[in-house]
């Protein structure tokens, strides 16, 4: 069992950058692949962008690509997921799960077994 513990949001104006961060506790860190998702106020929880155990994989959701930039720090049991040119379409809370094994492949929800609290991003001017 893994857990998760996100930070680094909070309110930026559109055009800024926020670096959030999800930092492991429990198993071997390096044997989960480790999924972004976010949810807006009453919508559904959406794909962000997904890395690989060993970092050197990633994926994108068409809106962020070029934008969001995700990575991993192994020995510090941490994923980052850098947010650059923030839109307010962008407002959301930001989630980090783990997957021991992909059932439905990196951007499927249920392809992951352990989720943090989240941590609120507001874009707004």
């Known amino acids: 069992q893994v857990q998760l513990v996100e930070s680094g949001g909070g309110l930026v104006q559109p055009g800024g950058s926020l670096r959030l961060s999800c930092v492991a506790s429990g198993r071997a860190f390096n044997n989960y692949r480790i999924g972004w998702f976010r949810q807006a106020p009453g919508k559904e929880r959406d794909f962000v962008a997904a890395?690989?155990?060993?970092?050197?994989?990633?994926y994108y959701a068409d809106s962020v690509k070029g934008r969001f930039t995700i990575s991993r720090d192994n020995p510090k049991n941490t994923v980052y997921l850098q947010t650059n040119s923030l839109k307010s379409e962008d407002t959301a809370v930001y989630y980090c799960?783990?997957?021991?094994?992909?059932?439905?492949?990196?951007?499927?929800?249920?392809?992951?077994?352990?989720w943090g609290q989240g941590t609120q991003v507001t874009v707004s001017s």
């Open positions: 799960a783990a997957a021991e094994k992909l059932s439905g492949g990196y951007s499927s929800i249920s392809s992951y077994d352990y």
């Open positions: 890395i690989t155990r060993n970092g050197f994989g990633t």
